[in-house]
């Protein structure tokens, strides 16, 4: 394979010098330069065109999350956000960051890890995202003044009686339910499901984060709630344990992974397809892997709408591709039409209620 090309953004010389050593000690892998700041990040991105930069979020002169917002915007290159900060403000930084178009997360290591374990997961994952094609993220560039344009609703087909949207992600998800959420009416009140693939350590403020970033009120979902409660709201998956609607009610429950994940997105789709067959809608979104569509088809084969996001605008182009290799979605959207989208269901719900 050729050798991948990376960028070290760390201000500890310490951890610095430690991930160096570590990358280096792959044959496939050349450090190709090393920063201690988020401005020399930004430069070097710009000079060097690394084919990865390993990013920590704390670091002086201009933060890791404006580093990334800037590479994202300006030279695009995926980015893997290496942290050890996990109080509520730092993971806060973090979600936006990954929102920003960062691929992935890892934590530095702790000491406590088995000998070469954190070693061999960081040599994967550089290695993994390097063959990632990102996309610009326009963020960087937008000026708060001058706010995107809005987009016409597709027309779809989907049932005017739709009762609940089954949303599932994963590398650049993030980014995409926020653009999905800010696309719909304050007052959209059809529950949404979603399962996010994020890790216990990093996912522990994921729903708090989320529910800052639009009207809509977002939460991890509790076992044994009525499904009736999830009006009008948006109801994730806990790190770690699948997310299910069984008999009325919301269920959480660990059960075995499903494609090494758990929450996983076709445990969900699957018990969606069960309890409401064609009066539910399932989306598909940015994600590596394959989780969620058979789940997807499933839903399809229910009589719901399936929606898949496109290549175009999508992160990583894998688990939306394979719904759409199975032939499990009703309609393949880019991002900005999928908000518009749901929001023309309910429309239509709320038009065909008081006909």
Partial sequence: MPIVRVLVVEDSVTVRERLVEVLRS?????????????????????????DVVTMDMMLPEMSGLAATEYIMAFCPTPILIVSSSVNRGELFKT??????????VLEKPSGGEPPGAWERTFLSTVKLISRIKVITHPRGRLSPARPPLPVTPPVIDAPAHSRVIAIGASTGGPGAIVDILRALPDDFDIPILFVLHINVLFGAAFAEWLDGQSAHRVAY?????????????????RPDAHLEVRDGRLRITHGPERHSCRPSVDVLFESVAREFGPSAIGVLLTGMGRDGASGLLEMRRAGAFTIAQDQATSIVYGMPAQAAALNAASRIFPLSEI???LTGVWRNRATESAA
Avoid: H
């Fill in 339 to 341: 908000g518009p989208a």
């Fill in 221 to 237: 979902a509790e076992d044994g709630e009525p499904f009736t409660a999830a009006a009008g709201r948006v109801v994730m998956a």
């Fill in 26 to 50: 792959d044959r496939d892998i050349e450090v190709i330069a090393a920063a201690d700041s988020g401005k020399q990040a930004v430069e070097l991105c710009r000079t060097l065109k690394p």
């Fill in 95 to 104: 979600y936006e960051a990954l929102s920003a178009g960062a691929v992935d």
